[in-house]
T-cell receptor, first 119, second 115 residues
Framework: GAGVSQSPSNKVTEKGKDVELRCDPI?????LYWYRQRLGQGLEFLIY????????KSGLPSDRFSAERTGESVSTLTIQRTQQEDSAVYLC?????????????????FGEGSRLTVL | AQSVTQLDSHVSVSEGTPVLLRCNYS??????LFWYVQHPNKGLQLLLK??????LVKGINGFEAEFKKSETSFHLTKPSAHMSDAAEYFC?????????????FGAGTILRVKS
């Protein structure tokens, strides 16, 4: 597709349930990020994938959060045993490789996000 | 470690007047800096970026920002606000020039434009 696609756009779930959020990055973009945006707050880094390298999971808030990515394609973010404080918009972004084949250019292309509400 | 501080959570201007959104950063080495904009119910979009070339950077929609190392600032400006500029703006610092991957976002500044 032309842009980063995320699904579902909205998810309402009950406390304690598991949820899975999906991200389809732009074709050819080797880098993929997940961010969380709580109401009235800035973006909080969760996890970063770069090609086939080991992901940077340093931003995951707890072991209830996990993410996977198959090669340079789709990524899924899974939240187990959801809590009310998990309510937020989860944003996915992808980035193309740098000119010298470096990590990335720093320009992120964002999806419109998945809004999660935990009741 | 890197961090970024957006000094105003809300800015209100009248249409046709100048816009100034303030951003200060902290970095132990030369950073890359960005401004992103988020319109209501839309995804974030890159406005402009600084990556160690010219210190005055021009972006889309008439916005520009100046990198001032001595002041550790990267303020966003526009000479004349338009109603369509109403959105939330994020200042971002990154270590990508050193091969890193972290983009650290500020808390955001909501710009309101009055008619």
């Amino acid at each position: 597709g032309a842009g980063v696609s995320q699904s579902p756009s909205n998810k309402v779930t009950e406390k304690g349930k598991d949820v899975e959020l999906r991200c389809d990055p732009i074709s050819g973009h080797t880098a993929l990020y997940w961010y969380r945006q709580r109401l009235g707050q800035g973006l909080e880094f969760l996890i970063y994938f770069q090609g086939n390298s080991a992901p940077d999971k340093s931003g995951l808030p707890s072991d209830r959060f996990s993410a996977e990515r198959t090669g340079e394609s789709v990524s899924t973010l899974t939240i187990q045993r959801t809590q009310q404080e998990d309510s937020a918009v989860y944003l996915c972004a992808s980035s193309k490789p740098g000119l010298a084949g470096g990590v990335n250019t720093g320009e992120l292309f964002f999806g419109e996000g998945s809004r999660l509400t935990v009741l | 470690a890197q961090s970024v501080t957006q000094l105003d959570s809300h800015v209100s201007v009248s249409e046709g007047t100048p816009v100034l959104l303030r951003c200060n950063y902290s970095s132990s080495y030369s950073p890359s800096l960005f401004w992103y904009v988020q319109h209501p119910n839309k995804g974030l979009q890159l406005l402009l970026k600084y990556t160690s070339a010219a210190t005055l950077v021009k972006g889309i929609n008439g916005f520009e920002a100046e990198f001032k190392k001595s002041e550790t600032s990267f303020h966003l400006t526009k000479p004349s606000a338009h109603m369509s500029d109403a959105a939330e703006y994020f200042c971002v610092v990154s270590d990508i020039l050193r091969g890193g991957n972290k983009l650290v976002f500020g808390a955001g500044t909501i710009l309101r434009v009055k008619s």
